[in-house]
């Protein structure tokens, strides 16, 4: 004997969180009327050390007053000479220092925004002095000062 008046229901799983992050699924959502709410995130999942601010376009775009300051042309050539001096090229370089080859080419050109963190890290790197008025001249370790 069956009993012909049992309704049965077969319905989805929810979805999961991650499925919903999706454009289809957040689509919907704004089709059903579903209050669905969005973030964009400055930078997220990058690994930027030395980030500019956001206002470095705006900056570029500017008058002559307020061009972003640049690396000296005396410090670029301080920087060939002495990985020149290490026998080192420019990529060796920034691998040693983890930074992007293309800083120490842009530091080298005299067209990098100078950083003290950089300039410090190729001054140990390099074992000269690339701050200060004393540029040029061999990095004395500060216990043997």
Do not use: F
């Amino acid at each position: 004997m069956s009993d012909w008046d049992t309704v049965t229901v077969l319905r989805k799983k929810a979805p999961k969180a991650s499925a919903m992050k999706t454009e289809s699924a957040i689509n919907q959502a704004k089709r059903q009327g579903i209050a669905v709410e969005t973030q964009s995130k400055y930078g997220a999942g990058t690994n930027k050390q030395h980030v500019a601010t956001k206002n470095t376009a705006k900056l570029d775009r500017e008058t002559e007053e307020l061009k972003h300051e640049k690396i000296p042309l005396e410090v670029g050539k301080l920087i060939m000479q002495g990985r020149q001096a290490k026998g080192m090229s420019q990529k060796e370089l920034a691998t040693k220092i983890c930074e992007k080859p293309q800083i120490v080419n842009e530091y080298e050109g005299g067209r990098g925004i100078p950083n003290n963190v950089i300039l410090a890290k190729m001054e140990r790197a390099l074992g000269i002095k690339l701050r200060g008025k004393d540029r040029g001249k061999p990095l004395v370790p500060p216990a043997q000062k």
